[in-house]
Protein backbone atom coordinates (compact mmCIF):
# COMPACT_ATOMS: atom_id res chain seq x y z
CA UNK A 1 0.00 0.00 0.00
CA UNK A 2 1.33 3.51 -1.55
CA UNK A 3 1.56 6.04 1.64
CA UNK A 4 -0.64 8.68 0.01
CA UNK A 5 -3.04 5.12 0.34
CA UNK A 6 -2.67 4.69 3.59
CA UNK A 7 -3.29 8.39 4.60
CA UNK A 8 -6.33 8.44 2.44
CA UNK A 9 -7.40 5.39 4.39
CA UNK A 10 -6.59 6.69 7.66
CA UNK A 11 -8.52 9.49 7.10
CA UNK A 12 -11.55 7.62 6.15
CA UNK A 13 -11.33 5.66 8.72
CA UNK A 14 -11.26 8.74 11.05
CA UNK A 15 -14.62 10.50 9.19
CA UNK A 16 -16.63 6.89 9.69
CA UNK A 17 -16.41 3.89 11.91
CA UNK A 18 -14.85 0.87 10.30
CA UNK A 19 -14.71 -2.85 11.49
CA UNK A 20 -14.24 -6.18 10.64
CA UNK A 21 -14.45 -9.49 12.20
CA UNK A 22 -12.58 -12.80 11.65
CA UNK A 23 -14.91 -14.47 9.84
CA UNK A 24 -15.16 -11.52 7.32
CA UNK A 25 -11.59 -11.22 6.56
CA UNK A 26 -11.28 -14.92 5.85
CA UNK A 27 -13.20 -14.41 2.91
CA UNK A 28 -11.38 -11.60 1.44
CA UNK A 29 -9.46 -12.56 -1.71
CA UNK A 30 -8.90 -8.99 -3.05
CA UNK A 31 -9.38 -5.31 -2.87
CA UNK A 32 -12.59 -3.21 -2.98
CA UNK A 33 -11.95 -2.83 -6.51
CA UNK A 34 -12.29 -6.80 -7.69
CA UNK A 35 -13.47 -8.61 -4.94
CA UNK A 36 -17.40 -7.97 -3.69
CA UNK A 37 -16.49 -8.70 -0.13
CA UNK A 38 -13.40 -6.45 0.36
CA UNK A 39 -15.83 -3.69 -1.01
CA UNK A 40 -18.44 -4.00 1.53
CA UNK A 41 -16.17 -3.53 4.41
CA UNK A 42 -12.81 -2.11 3.51
CA UNK A 43 -12.55 1.56 3.26
CA UNK A 44 -11.69 3.51 0.37
CA UNK A 45 -11.06 6.75 -0.86
CA UNK A 46 -13.66 7.35 -2.83
CA UNK A 47 -15.88 7.55 0.54
CA UNK A 48 -14.22 11.24 0.85
CA UNK A 49 -16.33 12.14 -2.09
CA UNK A 50 -19.72 13.80 -1.43
CA UNK A 51 -22.17 14.61 -3.89
CA UNK A 52 -24.99 17.39 -2.93
CA UNK A 53 -27.74 14.96 -2.61
CA UNK A 54 -26.07 13.27 -0.12
CA UNK A 55 -27.55 13.73 3.59
CA UNK A 56 -26.31 12.95 7.19
CA UNK A 57 -29.84 11.36 7.31
CA UNK A 58 -30.81 10.33 4.24
CA UNK A 59 -34.10 8.51 4.87
CA UNK A 60 -35.41 11.51 7.73
CA UNK A 61 -35.43 8.91 11.03
CA UNK A 62 -34.86 12.26 13.28
CA UNK A 63 -38.20 13.60 11.71
CA UNK A 64 -39.75 11.41 12.99
CA UNK A 65 -38.72 10.19 16.47
CA UNK A 66 -40.68 11.56 19.16
CA UNK A 67 -38.56 9.73 21.88
CA UNK A 68 -34.95 8.43 21.77
CA UNK A 69 -34.31 4.98 20.35
CA UNK A 70 -38.00 5.65 18.87
CA UNK A 71 -38.84 5.92 14.75
CA UNK A 72 -42.62 6.31 14.04
CA UNK A 73 -43.26 6.82 10.44
CA UNK A 74 -45.84 4.66 9.99
CA UNK A 75 -49.02 4.44 12.23
CA UNK A 76 -48.59 0.30 13.10
CA UNK A 77 -45.12 0.26 13.45
CA UNK A 78 -41.88 1.47 14.64
CA UNK A 79 -38.26 1.42 14.65
CA UNK A 80 -36.77 0.45 17.69
CA UNK A 81 -33.19 1.16 18.36
CA UNK A 82 -31.53 -0.03 21.20
CA UNK A 83 -27.89 0.28 20.46
CA UNK A 84 -25.65 2.38 17.94
CA UNK A 85 -22.65 0.04 17.49
CA UNK A 86 -22.36 -2.86 14.97
CA UNK A 87 -20.25 -5.63 14.94
CA UNK A 88 -18.97 -4.61 11.59
CA UNK A 89 -19.28 -1.19 9.45
CA UNK A 90 -20.99 -1.37 5.81
CA UNK A 91 -19.36 1.27 3.66
CA UNK A 92 -22.58 1.69 2.48
CA UNK A 93 -24.65 2.14 5.88
CA UNK A 94 -27.78 4.45 5.69
CA UNK A 95 -26.92 5.45 9.05
CA UNK A 96 -23.35 5.57 9.06
CA UNK A 97 -23.26 9.14 10.57
CA UNK A 98 -25.13 8.08 13.65
CA UNK A 99 -23.20 4.34 14.05
CA UNK A 100 -19.83 3.17 15.20
CA UNK A 101 -17.58 2.91 18.29
CA UNK A 102 -18.17 4.86 21.38
CA UNK A 103 -22.03 5.12 20.23
CA UNK A 104 -24.54 5.06 22.68
CA UNK A 105 -26.72 1.85 23.54
CA UNK A 106 -29.94 3.58 25.56
CA UNK A 107 -29.48 3.88 29.29
CA UNK A 108 -31.83 1.81 31.39
CA UNK A 109 -34.23 4.77 32.01
CA UNK A 110 -34.33 5.39 28.17
CA UNK A 111 -35.01 2.24 27.40
CA UNK A 112 -37.46 2.04 29.38
CA UNK A 113 -38.92 5.24 27.78
CA UNK A 114 -39.13 3.59 24.70
CA UNK A 115 -40.96 0.67 25.82
CA UNK A 116 -43.45 2.68 27.23
CA UNK A 117 -43.91 4.79 24.12
CA UNK A 118 -44.69 1.32 22.51
CA UNK A 119 -47.10 0.66 25.46
CA UNK A 120 -48.84 3.55 25.31
CA UNK A 121 -49.29 3.28 21.25
CA UNK A 122 -52.12 0.58 20.79
CA UNK A 123 -51.90 1.33 17.31
CA UNK A 124 -48.18 0.01 16.97
CA UNK A 125 -48.64 -4.00 15.94
CA UNK A 126 -44.96 -4.70 14.81
CA UNK A 127 -41.57 -3.44 16.19
CA UNK A 128 -38.51 -3.71 14.42
CA UNK A 129 -35.47 -3.88 16.22
CA UNK A 130 -32.62 -2.32 14.31
CA UNK A 131 -29.85 0.30 14.74
CA UNK A 132 -26.90 -0.58 14.88
CA UNK A 133 -27.49 -3.94 15.25
CA UNK A 134 -29.77 -5.23 17.58
CA UNK A 135 -27.80 -8.86 18.18
CA UNK A 136 -24.52 -6.88 19.62
CA UNK A 137 -26.87 -6.54 22.68
CA UNK A 138 -25.91 -9.04 25.83
CA UNK A 139 -28.36 -12.15 26.48
CA UNK A 140 -29.47 -10.28 29.40
CA UNK A 141 -30.46 -7.15 27.90
CA UNK A 142 -32.10 -8.83 24.72
CA UNK A 143 -33.96 -11.17 26.85
CA UNK A 144 -35.38 -8.05 29.05
CA UNK A 145 -36.25 -6.20 25.56
CA UNK A 146 -38.00 -8.88 23.86
CA UNK A 147 -39.79 -10.35 27.48
CA UNK A 148 -41.09 -6.97 27.59
CA UNK A 149 -42.46 -6.70 23.76
CA UNK A 150 -43.68 -10.08 24.26
CA UNK A 151 -45.99 -8.81 27.20
CA UNK A 152 -47.24 -5.79 25.57
CA UNK A 153 -50.60 -6.88 24.15
CA UNK A 154 -51.26 -4.81 21.15
CA UNK A 155 -48.12 -6.08 19.83
CA UNK A 156 -48.27 -9.09 17.63
CA UNK A 157 -44.99 -9.15 15.59
CA UNK A 158 -41.31 -8.47 16.89
CA UNK A 159 -38.72 -8.15 13.99
CA UNK A 160 -34.94 -8.19 14.05
CA UNK A 161 -32.80 -6.56 11.40
CA UNK A 162 -29.18 -8.13 11.80
CA UNK A 163 -26.22 -8.22 9.83
CA UNK A 164 -24.28 -10.28 13.19
CA UNK A 165 -25.81 -13.94 12.13
CA UNK A 166 -23.85 -13.35 8.53
CA UNK A 167 -20.63 -11.42 9.54
CA UNK A 168 -19.90 -12.93 13.05
CA UNK A 169 -22.22 -16.32 13.70
CA UNK A 170 -19.80 -16.93 16.60
CA UNK A 171 -21.49 -14.16 18.14
CA UNK A 172 -24.91 -15.80 18.14
CA UNK A 173 -24.79 -18.45 21.04
CA UNK A 174 -27.23 -20.60 22.60
CA UNK A 175 -27.65 -18.19 25.45
CA UNK A 176 -28.14 -15.17 23.07
CA UNK A 177 -30.72 -17.38 20.82
CA UNK A 178 -32.58 -18.30 24.18
CA UNK A 179 -33.38 -14.82 24.67
CA UNK A 180 -34.55 -14.67 21.21
CA UNK A 181 -37.79 -17.40 21.92
CA UNK A 182 -40.43 -15.64 22.79
CA UNK A 183 -44.34 -16.31 22.42
CA UNK A 184 -45.24 -13.98 19.39
CA UNK A 185 -44.52 -14.00 15.39
CA UNK A 186 -40.59 -13.29 15.68
CA UNK A 187 -38.98 -12.16 11.90
CA UNK A 188 -35.35 -11.92 11.67
CA UNK A 189 -34.13 -10.08 8.47
CA UNK A 190 -30.92 -11.04 7.48
CA UNK A 191 -28.21 -8.52 5.94
CA UNK A 192 -26.79 -10.11 3.04
CA UNK A 193 -25.60 -9.30 -0.49
CA UNK A 194 -23.50 -11.50 -1.68
CA UNK A 195 -23.33 -15.71 -1.74
CA UNK A 196 -19.77 -16.24 -0.92
CA UNK A 197 -20.96 -14.82 2.71
CA UNK A 198 -22.63 -17.96 3.53
CA UNK A 199 -19.68 -19.89 4.97
CA UNK A 200 -20.66 -23.23 7.20
CA UNK A 201 -21.14 -21.25 9.85
CA UNK A 202 -23.33 -18.96 8.82
CA UNK A 203 -25.57 -22.14 7.61
CA UNK A 204 -25.20 -23.25 11.07
CA UNK A 205 -26.32 -20.74 13.04
CA UNK A 206 -29.05 -20.02 10.52
CA UNK A 207 -30.47 -23.61 10.99
CA UNK A 208 -30.11 -23.01 15.38
CA UNK A 209 -32.07 -19.74 14.58
CA UNK A 210 -34.94 -21.17 12.63
CA UNK A 211 -35.09 -24.35 15.53
CA UNK A 212 -36.50 -21.49 17.58
CA UNK A 213 -39.59 -20.89 15.41
CA UNK A 214 -37.80 -17.69 14.06
CA UNK A 215 -39.11 -16.75 10.33
CA UNK A 216 -35.72 -15.63 7.92
CA UNK A 217 -35.77 -13.07 5.75
CA UNK A 218 -33.12 -11.59 3.91
CA UNK A 219 -32.41 -7.91 3.29
CA UNK A 220 -29.48 -6.89 0.50
CA UNK A 221 -29.06 -3.37 -1.02
CA UNK A 222 -28.18 -3.46 -4.80
CA UNK A 223 -24.38 -2.62 -4.84
CA UNK A 224 -22.11 -1.54 -7.94
CA UNK A 225 -19.14 -3.73 -7.90
CA UNK A 226 -21.04 -6.10 -5.26
CA UNK A 227 -24.06 -7.48 -7.21
CA UNK A 228 -24.96 -5.70 -9.24
CA UNK A 229 -24.90 -8.45 -11.99
CA UNK A 230 -27.78 -11.45 -12.37
CA UNK A 231 -25.52 -14.32 -11.82
CA UNK A 232 -24.70 -12.78 -8.28
CA UNK A 233 -27.69 -12.02 -7.65
CA UNK A 234 -28.88 -15.65 -8.62
CA UNK A 235 -26.20 -17.45 -6.81
CA UNK A 236 -27.46 -15.19 -3.65
CA UNK A 237 -31.17 -15.82 -3.74
CA UNK A 238 -31.14 -19.64 -4.86
CA UNK A 239 -28.63 -19.83 -1.70
CA UNK A 240 -30.97 -18.32 0.64
CA UNK A 241 -33.93 -19.90 -0.75
CA UNK A 242 -32.30 -23.39 -0.58
CA UNK A 243 -31.71 -22.35 3.53
CA UNK A 244 -34.82 -21.60 4.09
CA UNK A 245 -34.38 -17.79 4.19
CA UNK A 246 -37.09 -15.95 2.14
CA UNK A 247 -35.87 -12.98 0.13
CA UNK A 248 -37.50 -9.86 1.34
CA UNK A 249 -36.42 -6.34 0.15
CA UNK A 250 -33.47 -5.63 -2.44
CA UNK A 251 -32.72 -2.03 -1.77
CA UNK A 252 -32.06 0.79 -4.13
CA UNK A 253 -29.09 2.44 -2.38
CA UNK A 254 -29.89 6.06 0.05
CA UNK A 255 -28.40 8.62 -0.47
CA UNK A 256 -25.57 8.43 2.41
CA UNK A 257 -22.42 10.89 2.69
CA UNK A 258 -19.64 9.49 0.44
CA UNK A 259 -21.13 6.04 -0.79
CA UNK A 260 -22.12 7.15 -4.65
CA UNK A 261 -19.39 4.94 -6.03
CA UNK A 262 -22.09 2.19 -4.92
CA UNK A 263 -25.10 3.48 -6.80
CA UNK A 264 -26.58 2.60 -9.86
CA UNK A 265 -29.39 4.41 -11.55
CA UNK A 266 -33.11 3.15 -11.07
CA UNK A 267 -32.91 1.91 -14.52
CA UNK A 268 -29.63 -0.29 -14.43
CA UNK A 269 -31.75 -1.59 -11.00
CA UNK A 270 -35.02 -2.03 -12.62
CA UNK A 271 -33.26 -4.15 -15.43
CA UNK A 272 -30.97 -6.44 -13.22
CA UNK A 273 -34.26 -7.14 -11.26
CA UNK A 274 -36.23 -7.68 -14.69
CA UNK A 275 -34.13 -10.39 -15.32
CA UNK A 276 -34.88 -12.43 -12.35
CA UNK A 277 -38.10 -12.71 -13.04
CA UNK A 278 -37.70 -15.29 -15.86
CA UNK A 279 -34.34 -16.90 -14.42
CA UNK A 280 -35.92 -17.82 -10.54
CA UNK A 281 -38.54 -19.32 -8.72
CA UNK A 282 -41.18 -16.53 -6.90
CA UNK A 283 -39.75 -17.90 -3.76
CA UNK A 284 -36.56 -16.33 -4.85
CA UNK A 285 -38.12 -12.85 -6.24
CA UNK A 286 -37.19 -9.52 -3.61
CA UNK A 287 -39.18 -6.55 -3.86
CA UNK A 288 -37.12 -4.14 -5.24
CA UNK A 289 -37.79 -0.65 -2.82
CA UNK A 290 -36.73 2.87 -2.69
CA UNK A 291 -36.44 4.98 0.68
CA UNK A 292 -37.73 8.19 -0.35
CA UNK A 293 -35.25 10.56 0.74
CA UNK A 294 -36.44 12.76 3.78
CA UNK A 295 -38.55 10.76 5.52
CA UNK A 296 -41.39 10.26 2.72
CA UNK A 297 -41.39 5.97 3.23
CA UNK A 298 -40.82 3.09 0.97
CA UNK A 299 -42.20 2.45 -2.20
CA UNK A 300 -41.47 -0.72 -4.76
CA UNK A 301 -39.72 -0.20 -7.78
CA UNK A 302 -40.95 -3.24 -9.72
CA UNK A 303 -40.18 -2.82 -13.29
CA UNK A 304 -43.41 -2.41 -15.09
CA UNK A 305 -44.91 -5.77 -17.37
CA UNK A 306 -47.98 -3.60 -17.89
CA UNK A 307 -49.09 -1.02 -20.37
CA UNK A 308 -52.82 0.26 -21.20
CA UNK A 309 -53.40 0.97 -25.39
CA UNK A 310 -56.96 1.35 -24.61
CA UNK A 311 -59.11 1.37 -22.50
CA UNK A 312 -59.80 -1.88 -20.20
CA UNK A 313 -56.85 -3.27 -23.41
CA UNK A 314 -53.15 -3.72 -22.36
CA UNK A 315 -49.81 -5.39 -24.01
CA UNK A 316 -48.17 -7.47 -21.32
CA UNK A 317 -44.29 -8.25 -21.11
CA UNK A 318 -43.69 -11.72 -20.47
CA UNK A 319 -40.01 -12.67 -19.17
CA UNK A 320 -38.17 -13.63 -22.63
CA UNK A 321 -39.33 -9.34 -23.39
CA UNK A 322 -41.81 -10.65 -25.68
CA UNK A 323 -45.28 -8.72 -25.75
CA UNK A 324 -49.21 -9.54 -25.81
CA UNK A 325 -52.21 -8.32 -26.05
CA UNK A 326 -54.63 -8.74 -23.15
CA UNK A 327 -57.24 -9.66 -23.21
CA UNK A 328 -56.27 -11.83 -26.06
CA UNK A 329 -57.65 -10.86 -29.40
CA UNK A 330 -57.59 -13.80 -32.19
CA UNK A 331 -54.11 -14.02 -33.76
CA UNK A 332 -52.59 -11.04 -32.21
CA UNK A 333 -49.15 -11.05 -31.19
CA UNK A 334 -46.71 -7.83 -31.03
Known amino acids: MSDRLRKS ?3 VSERYA ?3 TKTVECLITGTPDDDPIARQYIPTPAELIQTPQENPDPIGDEAHSPIKGIVHRYPDRVLFKPANICAVYCRYCFRREKVGPGSEILTDKERTAALDYIRNNENIWEVILTGGDPLILS ?3 LSHIMNALNDIKHVQVIRLHTRIPIADPLRVTP ?9 KATYMPLH ?11 RATIKSLQATGIIMLSQSVLLKGVNDNIEALENLYRSL ?7 YYLHHPDFAPGTSHFRLTIKEGQDIVKQLLGRLSGLCQPTYMLDIPNGHGKIPLTPCYIK ?3 ENTYTVENFKGKSYTYPPTQGHQS
Open 18 to 20: FRT
Open 308 to 310: EIE
Open 175 to 183: ELINALSID
Open 192 to 202: INHASEITDEV
Open 9 to 11: LKA
Open 139 to 141: PRQ
Open 241 to 247: VALGVKP
